[in-house]
């Protein structure tokens, strides 16, 4: 077409001058990217164009661009870009990877019909009573926080797919895939992943195993018979029970029961999919995010105490805050709010154009590997002042004034491809969060001298970004009625 034959002739946007036939890759930064490539921003604008190990590559530092690609044109930014790592773990089936095909459109479907705002009344009331017996669990054992925390996280994400409470085996296994998905997903390592996906399944996947350099092979070959194995098993446990006609609730027995009686627009085997893509993407980034907002507690005594006296004043310390006090408790919701923004959990995701485009009078090439910064919208100065500091107030209406943008319209994505998951995983931050802050205090440890030590705020470079493992002391409030 005409538009097009035009923005071939485009120039690409600027960015780093690669060196004679070799291109960007010895500059491609290793440690928390987001934040290179925000400093690359002050020399290139905010969109950097680099070209890597055959790749063309665009970096999108800006939201209002982000809002134009992955909105205006959401078609054409559908697509995820694959790369061979995906096929080696065996994730290729994996909604979170596959490309905008029909049946990762109903895949998407199944997920927003499970968790949208309408079936949480369904699972709600759960929610609310898993999250009080995790805060009593955290009373008995604080010790084990972090792993009280993840098996609440994936015990209730599992029985409301699968609809049964699945055995510890398969959480395990949901652990261990994870992973397998955080070491494959590497931002770094995306990019050095040089070797295109058609050739890597003959070339690496042929090789024999003593091949020099070839353990990964061996890795990759474990964690994708893990990943099948977690793939196949709760579902087919799932299937029997329903077969034998127990009563279940959730996504699979739902969705499986209609297909049973040939009444359902999905297939069986996208119901697979489906369910199998959820444990990953739901429990990483929901541990990342409570993790990030304990450490942040521990670092800012005084807006513990500020939420604490809001919650008190909502529920006279005689019973824990559920989901129908959330419009009663808005300083709660600005923490949770600045916890997303101060460091997103997702902080880069890639999408790609299905044909070339043209953008602000640059040529983007089909096949791009476009890398959303959220990192760097959640911290542009001219939408967040004072970006470094965690403000919680700066999301608090003040008057006339209407407060600040909400960051969760960039953490959890754009487009066609945003976070399915949003709606659970905002009600299960506002219940584990106002619930522990009704529960708990949370403080850095005692050095020798009894004073505390200072709160490192460190975090990781991976795919779903956390923090740096941290010691903590939590100290029940006294006089909360659940634990005395
Ligand atoms: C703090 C919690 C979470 C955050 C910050 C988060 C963030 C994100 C982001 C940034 C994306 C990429 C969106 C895009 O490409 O535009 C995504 C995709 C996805 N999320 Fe979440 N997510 C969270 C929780 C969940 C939960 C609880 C579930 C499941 C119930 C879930 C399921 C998914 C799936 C399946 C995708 C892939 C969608 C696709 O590629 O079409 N997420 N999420």
Request: charged share 20%; net charge neutral; hydrophobic share 40%.
């Amino acid at each position: 077409s005409w538009a097009f034959a035009r923005s071939r002739r485009l120039p690409l946007p600027p960015g780093p001058q690669g060196k004679f036939w070799f291109g960007n890759e010895e500059i491609l930064p290793w440690e928390h990217p987001w934040k290179e490539f925000v400093n690359w921003s002050k020399t290139f604008g905010p969109l950097i164009y680099l070209h890597a190990y055959g790749r063309d590559i665009l970096i999108v530092n800006e939201a209002s661009a982000a809002t134009d690609l992955l909105e205006t044109k959401s078609t054409l930014y559908a697509r995820r870009p694959t790369w061979s790592m995906v096929a080696l773990t065996g994730r290729q089936d994996n909604i979170v990877f596959m490309d905008h095909t029909d049946r990762q459109k109903k895949a998407r479907m199944l997920l927003q019909a499970a968790f949208n705002p309408k079936a949480q009344r369904s699972w709600g009331p759960i929610l609310e009573e898993d999250t009080t017996s995790l805060m009593l669990q955290i009373a008995q054992s604080p010790e084990l926080f972090k792993q009280h925390i993840r098996r609440y996280l994936g015990s209730f994400i599992t029985q409301f797919t699968y609809g049964t409470k699945v055995e510890d085996h398969v959480l395990d296994l949901g652990d261990e895939i994870s992973v397998h998905t955080q070491q494959a997903l590497r931002p770094g390592r995306w990019l050095a992943d040089a070797v295109p996906l058609v050739l890597s399944n003959i070339s690496v996947l042929y090789f024999p195993d003593w091949f020099p350099g070839m353990a990964f092979k061996r890795w990759a070959r474990d964690a994708r018979t893990k990943f099948m194995e977690y793939t196949a098993r709760p579902f087919q446990q799932a299937r029997s029970s329903i077969l034998d006609g127990t009563e279940m609730r959730g996504m699979v027995p739902d969705t499986l029961n209609d297909i049973i009686a040939g009444t359902s627009k999905y297939k069986e085997e996208e119901l697979i999919s489906a369910a199998s893509s959820i444990y990953t993407a739901a429990v990483e980034t929901t541990y990342a995010i409570t993790m990030s907002f304990l450490i942040l507690m521990m670092a800012h005594q005084d807006v513990q105490e500020r939420a604490y006296r809001e919650i008190m004043s909502v529920t006279e310390s005689t019973r824990q805050p559920l989901l129908s006090d959330m419009a009663a408790l808005p300083y709660i919701d600005a923490i949770i709010r600045e916890v997303h923004r101060f460091n997103p959990v997702a902080p880069m995701l890639p999408r790609s154009p299905v044909q070339t485009d043209s953008y602000k009078g640059y040529r983007i090439p089909q096949d791009t590997w476009v890398i959303f910064n959220i990192w760097a919208m959640t911290h542009d100065a001219s939408i967040y002042q004072d970006p470094h500091q965690f403000m919680p107030e700066r999301h608090l209406p003040l008057g006339h004034e209407s407060s600040a943008k909400d960051p969760r319209d960039f953490a959890f994505g754009f487009g066609k491809r945003i976070c399915p998951g949003l709606n659970l995983a905002n009600v299960q931050m506002f219940l584990f969060v106002s619930q522990f802050l009704a529960t708990f205090e949370i403080r850095p440890p005692l050095k020798d001298d009894g004073n505390e030590e200072e709160v490192v705020l460190e975090y990781t470079s991976s795919f779903v970004s956390l923090p740096l493992p941290f010691k903590c002391r939590i100290i029940p409030r006294s006089g909360n009625a659940i634990l005395y």
